[in-house]
């Protein structure tokens, strides 16, 4: 069923070279193209709309969940999946998205994730979005990501747009409620004429909530990027939002951030630079033998990393 | 002309204890209470509509307009002023607008400011915005600032709202060209019901265009401040924005700062932050023999100064 493209693919956004252990559900171009659920974990399709249920019993340790989803020309995917992660778990989840486009048709992908991390529990959420293929075909992917956090529980995202995706619009929104926590790590890079739009919103609402929201990005060619990062404090509680754009060519990169605080006990910071890579960074690293574009190519992997 | 509370007035909003030295036009419920101009500095009643040309020739060094707008209640002031800056010259321009309103009806002064900064010029403006009165009426302020700063220029601005300004929204635009420079301080204290809006978005259009705002403000009470600070680079450019706030009470304050790089050479940066007065600074001067009100009033005098 897994051809060697899907493989290749599935390595970029899953890091899997062969099929996971523990719990998964492979999606290929609106299909399942495998699934697995463990005594601890149970995946149910969605009897009303397209996706799954994926169900964490409260009190799992240690395991994960590897739902990626590959998709070729001419497919528009629609898919709500849907995450109870039980009381005091520990869970990680894997969720890329590939697409491998070599003909003229647009490829599109708009997934619905909706998060409910529950009292004490701990998610740590991988999405890694990447596409390929030589076609004029558009890859778009618009994911939509929706995060309830209990009292005490963690939530920690690591959002990445590899490569090749032409058109990205990603929504964001996360509610935390007492000592609840929140990371996340975005990686964004685009090329030629590819648009990304990411828009955060964060709302601290139950007392002691933390929030740390990390933003990197590099933008090049005729490429162009918009990021909405909002934090709205609601109660005592800590957030913290910083955002570093390199632009390059004829890029065009905006930082629209927004704090709100509505207590006086809400700390919000935020940081935020767009600009060239660093001259004495590359000098440095040219004078030690490498060329402009090797250097370069050096510092943007480490920026991104 | 001028009566003991109008130059307790022109004290705060102009630093004004006498008659100043210099060009001077004194504004007082819509008509001129007094005005000077000097060999260098002409001041011209608008013909078509309420305000003044203020026309500073080339090469005039080290000399100051004063052009403070005393206001009270019952009255709805719109004036339109235009600054013409000449070239290699380097002024001072205090322009203040105190409200003494002990009365039940509104009183509002609306400014639209207009400078072109010519080549070389270096213009230092300070703006003060103060209200008092035992009454119910509102006391309104909503400046207009519009800045056009031409190759080597230097704008300076330095805008302050001290205290009793129940309503103001503040539009500020400027456009840098080749080499121009702008620096900002923006001052804000709200209290009570106040309610506060302040739009700064500065153009970098010219080569090594450069701009640094500073905003600081304290929410007190049940008062709310919004700022939109935006900066756009369309050139090799540098642009730094920090916008401070102390929230204290039940008071609310959104910071939705915007920076946007339209070309590669671009370098800007933003920096926000909101949160209560720190702790250990407050400790401190209590320790030393404070009440926690003066400690209090004594830290936010010097956020402010």
């Given at each position: 069923?897994?051809?060697?493209?899907?493989?290749?693919?599935?390595?970029?956004?899953?890091?899997?070279?062969?099929?996971?252990?523990?719990?998964?559900?492979?999606?290929?171009?609106?299909?399942?193209?495998?699934?697995?659920?463990?005594?601890?974990?149970?995946?149910?399709?969605?009897?009303?709309?397209?996706?799954?249920?994926?169900?964490?019993?409260?009190?799992?340790?240690?395991?994960?969940?590897?739902?990626?989803?590959?998709?070729?020309?001419?497919?528009?995917?629609?898919?709500?999946?849907?995450?109870?992660?039980?009381?005091?778990?520990?869970?990680?989840?894997?969720?890329?998205?590939?697409?491998?486009?070599?003909?003229?048709?647009?490829?599109?992908?708009?997934?619905?994730?909706?998060?409910?991390?529950?009292?004490?529990?701990?998610?740590?959420?991988?999405?890694?979005?990447?596409?390929?293929?030589?076609?004029?075909?558009?890859?778009?992917?618009?994911?939509?990501?929706?995060?309830?956090?209990?009292?005490?529980?963690?939530?920690?995202?690591?959002?990445?747009?590899?490569?090749?995706?032409?058109?990205?619009?990603?929504?964001?929104?996360?509610?935390?409620?007492?000592?609840?926590?929140?990371?996340?790590?975005?990686?964004?890079?685009?090329?030629?004429?590819?648009?990304?739009?990411?828009?955060?919103?964060?709302?601290?609402?139950?007392?002691?909530?933390?929030?740390?929201?990390?933003?990197?990005?590099?933008?090049?060619d005729h490429s162009t990027q918009v990021f909405h990062l909002n934090m709205?404090?609601?109660?005592?509680?800590?957030?913290?939002?910083?955002?570093?754009?390199?632009?390059?060519?004829?890029?065009?990169?905006?930082?629209?951030?927004?704090?709100?605080?509505?207590?006086?006990?809400?700390?919000?910071?935020?940081?935020?630079?767009?600009?060239?890579?660093?001259?004495?960074?590359?000098?440095?690293?040219?004078?030690?033998?490498?060329?402009?574009?090797?250097?370069e190519d050096m510092i943007l992997q480490g920026f991104l990393a």
């Amino acid at each position: 069923m897994l051809n060697a493209i899907d493989k290749k693919i599935l390595a970029e956004v899953a890091d899997l070279h062969e099929i996971p252990h523990g719990a998964y559900n492979i999606r290929k171009n609106g299909e399942k193209a495998g699934r697995n659920t463990t005594a601890n974990i149970d995946i149910i399709t969605k009897q009303d709309k397209p996706g799954i249920d994926i169900i964490v019993k409260p009190g799992t340790k240690g395991e994960s969940v590897h739902i990626p989803v590959i998709l070729s020309e001419g497919m528009d995917d629609l898919v709500y999946n849907t995450f109870e992660i039980g009381a005091d778990s520990d869970v990680l989840i894997v969720a890329g998205c590939g697409i491998h486009n070599p003909g003229s048709k647009k490829a599109q992908h708009d997934g619905v994730h909706e998060f409910f991390v529950r009292k004490g529990a701990k998610m740590k959420y991988v999405e890694k979005h990447y596409g390929e293929g030589d076609g004029s075909g558009e890859r778009i992917l618009n994911p939509k990501t929706i995060i309830e956090v209990e009292e005490g529980g963690v939530a920690e995202l690591e959002m990445v747009q590899i490569r090749g995706v032409d058109q990205t619009k990603r929504d964001t929104e996360v509610r935390l409620h007492k000592n609840a926590r929140l990371i996340v790590m975005e990686r964004l890079l685009t090329t030629t004429n590819q648009n990304a739009e990411s828009n955060i919103t964060v709302e601290l609402t139950g007392e002691d909530a933390a929030a740390q929201i990390i933003s990197r990005s590099v933008a090049q060619d005729h490429s162009t990027q918009v990021f909405h990062l909002n934090m709205r404090g609601y109660a005592q509680c800590r957030g913290h939002i910083q955002c570093d754009s390199i632009i390059m060519d004829q890029a065009k990169v905006s930082s629209i951030p927004e704090i709100s605080a509505f207590h006086s006990d809400a700390q919000l910071i935020h940081e935020a630079a767009i600009g060239r890579i660093a001259n004495d960074q590359l000098i440095k690293l040219m004078t030690l033998g490498l060329t402009e574009k090797e250097a370069e190519d050096m510092i943007l992997q480490g920026f991104l990393a």
